[in-house]
């Protein structure tokens, strides 16, 4: 997949890209990209496990870079979990927040999904604490569908049963 936007390129990331991925998390202190590992910035193995993990041939999902020129500055995904619905997740690196960058790419995302991919429901899942988040989302064309009580993860231990959990926002947009 691949998405022109003028000054800003989206593509399905594959393994090959792994020291994009180590040169983009390098200024992370919080979680990179999706999922609970690793905080802050990438390893070349932390890549390397992200990219297997996000490989749109092994598993229903894939990782979709923003390319800038060369240089990776944010990355969203989608992640299926029915026939014509999926959840959209979406990172930009800490130096290039509040430019935009998610905006343009959350939205072309989107229309590709159903335009392209015939997805009927992307969906955001957003901490009710995340101001930027929920800003984004209503920005981006999305409803507030639910809020699902202590739902989401802190990731604060690795134990479910010792960590802390938080309601979560359910934004969609749908065709």
Known sequence: MELDLGDLRLRTLTGKDEALLVEATRAESGRALWGPHPSGPYSIEDARSALRAWDPRRHPQVSVGVLQGGRLVGAVGLM??????????????????RRGIALRAIQALTDWSHTTADLTRVWLEINPDNAPSLALAERAGYILEQRLPRHCRSWTSDDPDRDTWHDCLIWTHTT
């Open 80 to 97: 299926l979990d029915g026939p014509h619905s999926a959840e959209l997740a979406y990172w930009v690196r800490p130096e290039h927040r």
